[in-house]
């Protein structure tokens, strides 16, 4: 059975990891400064984990160390998180497998392309691949590698192309590390997404 889920973000957000540089002052001494930018949308191992919690909280099966709520936990999201090194003989419980990962607007679905490979969104062609060596076809992007994405573009699935700017806005704030005082600061980036679009 497949499940259209939406997610939309009812305030700014903040997606992925830390950026580090160090850098050196006039006498030579290494400063480091910290710059933190979102991505524009979740990881699958986020989604996942997010898959499994709704799972346990609509399974009535939290805080998993409650009775026998760690047993009971198995057949709905699996026995272990998410491992690289041992994904083709990993179960998730109810979750078979994810769909890359869409945008929309209204019923219309929208995919991050690469800003110099403009190619057709295909319903079909593609794979999903789950835990266990589960393959199933998808909606796929023709050329879409996620490895190379750079950011810029979205594209529908009737060819309209528009801009990220255009859905979704940065905001940063800037600190200083209480720890190290005038040593180092920090900027996070968030992101604030249009209301008129949500994750797929």
Do not use: C
């Not at 600190?175 to 994750?199: A, L």
Request: proline share 4%; charged share 25%; no cysteine.
């Amino acid at each position: 059975m497949e499940y259209l889920i939406r997610l939309k973000p009812l305030s700014d957000f903040y997606f992925g990891g830390e950026r580090t540089f160090g850098n050196s002052d006039p006498n030579g001494k290494t400063r480091a400064s910290f710059f933190a930018t979102s991505n524009y949308y979740p990881q699958q191992t986020a989604l996942l984990g997010m898959l499994r919690f709704g799972l346990l909280q609509q399974n009535k099966l939290l805080p998993l160390w409650q009775g026998d709520n760690k047993s009971k936990s198995i057949p709905v999201i699996g026995a272990k998180s998410f491992n690289p090194q041992d994904f083709e003989k990993q179960s998730f419980g109810a979750i078979k497998s994810i769909s890359p990962l869409f945008l929309m607007k209204g019923e219309e679905l929208f995919r991050f392309v690469h800003p110099h490979r403009d190619k057709t969104l295909k319903k079909g062609g593609g794979k999903s691949y789950g835990a266990g060596g589960i393959k199933q076809d998808t909606r796929s992007l023709e050329g879409y590698d996620p490895k190379h994405y750079e950011g810029g573009k979205i594209l529908s699935e009737s060819g309209k192309s528009i801009s990220v700017s255009e859905i979704f806005r940065k905001q940063s704030d800037v600190g200083v590390d209480v720890e190290k005082s005038d040593e180092s600061f920090f900027r996070q980036e968030r992101v604030k997404m249009d209301t008129d679009f949500s994750f797929a």
